[in-house]
């Protein structure tokens, strides 16, 4: 971590970025011909058939090494990577906050590890009854009628939401809804969602207050309109002041409202929407209950909708097929029931159990109904401190009071430093970037969202080191503009990175790159 005290001066005359030197080898570059990881001990069955000769490949370069190399080498690389577990990661939009260990001891219990999704009703009793409750609590929590955990995750559960929203209307027999209106705000799965499903998706812009536009929401209203996909708090961090309007608008016309529920943890015990008129929406667990998803990290989205949905919610949901007697202390046999009208199934077996639904399911217990609500509260809490200590250094354009992100301008008058340098910089003193460039509607974006898991003094550190980065910015962009300067690493190219895709420092011979 760098000296926050050191002057500028002195950063830049700072010895060379350690990547000029410290470079780790890749697994493929640390292998030795003839080194074995495991020596497994003499069969005492019988050998299988191996697999047919034109299916093996006796060319593939496999490393070879040592456990003890292998263990190594990924402890150096896990070192190099930034995690929630160590340091702050004002991530907007992704909501990485930080995840109780209690999560992870407990869906490593035997009885939820070793289970498997073929096993009879009969011998997983316990995991059904897990989920079933987690159904009925996920629905207390948004107030809707019903909910599906199947869906991987929160574009997986759009799509889902969706397939349903066109199910409904051909069930009534109006098949001429073909619009989806979707704010400019909104998380870029949405319309790709939409797209996917044939459907045309009609922009409608925001206010000057961050809102959408009623008077083009009421222009779009038709009986072409499937629905409109909302998120709120929406992308900017706000609030829609007239979401009652909003959703009126489009029952009025006969369509559907969605919900993009990645901002629930600023809503957790305040409001519901389903309450509000919302007739469908999509949790992410992965973010509003813990289980951080950076890196790739498992996303779980379940669905719920109102009474009128749920005749149409992929199968199989977990039912009670028969009901317990606590005269003879007999609990309910926990099975699967398949909706009436179903859209069918969206997912192998029956969704991300370990990783998404105990970790939740944990989460929600501990908490229980007045921490959730402490959760939303200090969320938005820590949000709007962290946008009062930085109103007066960076331009918000949409100033006013913030839920659980806000959304900030990343440049200066008479500075050529952009949003993505000061990114680049705060890796210097130890801080995770914030999102940059989204939402689209806001130039140069930097979007910050502080969690309710970090203290005032992160947020203060935060603070002045942003303060002091725009200094940096107007007095000596250069160490902005060059910056990570005292990272394991300097400034990667992002571009490459996502289109050449081979890691290794070598290839096979004969391997065709470009084929």
């Known amino acids: 971590m760098v000296n926050s005290s050191a002057s500028s001066t002195e950063q830049k005359n700072a010895v060379p970025p350690l990547s000029a030197t410290i470079v780790e080898p890749t697994i493929f570059d640390l292998s030795s011909r003839g080194r074995v990881g495991v020596r497994m001990p003499e069969s005492d069955v019988p050998a299988a058939e191996p697999p047919p000769q034109h299916l093996l490949r006796p060319e593939l370069p496999l490393p070879e090494l040592a456990e003890v190399d292998v263990v190594r080498h990924y402890m150096r690389l896990s070192k190099f990577n930034y995690s929630v577990d ?3 990661y004002p991530l907007g939009s992704c909501t990485m906050k930080y995840n109780p260990k209690i ?105 000057e207050r961050g809102n959408v536009d009623l008077k083009a929401l009421e222009a779009a209203c038709d009986d072409t309109v499937v629905g409109m996909m909302l998120t709120n708090p929406n992308t900017l961090g706000l609030f829609d002041e007239n979401i009652e309007k909003v959703i009126a608008l489009v029952h009025g016309c006969g369509g559907l409202m969605y919900g ?16 509000l008129g919302f007739d469908v929406m999509h949790f992410n667990l992965h973010k509003t209950f813990a289980v951080p998803h950076g890196g790739g990290g498992p996303g779980v989205g379940p669905v719920g909708v109102a009474a009128r949905l749920a005749d149409f919610l992929p199968e199989p949901l977990v039912g009670i097929l ?29 969704g991300h159990f370990g990783g998404g639904f105990v970790r939740s399911f944990t989460y929600i217990a501990m908490h229980g109904p007045d921490g959730l609500k402490d959760i939303a509260q200090y969320a938005v809490l820590n949000a709007n401190y962290l946008q009062a200590r930085l109103r007066d250094t960076y331009h918000i354009p949409f100033d006013r009071i913030c839920m659980h992100e806000f959304v900030a301008e990343g440049q200066f008058e008479g500075s050529d430093v952009r949003a993505l340098d000061i990114s680049k910089r705060l890796m210097d003193y130890n801080f995770h970037p914030p999102t940059n460039y989204f939402p689209l509607i806001v130039h140069e974006a930097l ?47 992002e571009v490459k990175a996502a289109r050449e895709l081979v890691l290794c420092c070598w290839l096979p011979e004969g391997y065709d790159l470009d084929g």
């Open 103 to 207: 999560n992870e001891d407990v869906c490593r219990l035997p009885g939820f590890l070793f289970t498997h999704p073929l096993q009879p009703i009969e011998t997983v009793q316990g995991n059904l009854a897990l989920m079933y409750q987690l159904q009925e609590w996920l629905k207390e929590i948004a107030g809707f009628a019903a909910v599906t955990l199947q869906p991987a995750a929160g574009a997986h559960g759009e799509f889902t939401g969706v397939l349903m929203m066109r199910a409904y209307h051909k069930s009534r027999g109006d098949d001429k809804r073909v619009k989806m209106l979707i704010p400019d705000a909104a998380h870029g799965t949405n319309p790709a969602s939409v797209g996917m499903m044939g459907m045309t998706v009609v922009t409608i812009p925001s206010d």
């Open 322 to 350: 028969e009901e317990g007697d606590d005269d003879k202390d007999m609990p309910p046999l926990y099975g699967y029931v398949k909706p009436a009208k179903s859209i069918g199934r969206m997912k192998a077996f029956h």
């Open 86 to 88: 160590g340091g702050f």
């Open 447 to 493: 979007m910050i969202e502080p969690t309710e898991t970090e203290n005032k003094d992160t947020l203060d550190a935060f603070a002045e080191t942003m303060i002091k980065i725009a200094e940096e910015a107007k007095s000596n962009s250069a160490i902005v503009k060059s910056a990570p300067n005292n990272t394991q690493f300097g400034r990667m190219d």
């Open 260 to 275: 993009d529920g990645a901002n629930l943890n600023a809503l957790l015990g305040i409001v519901r929407p389903g309450d």
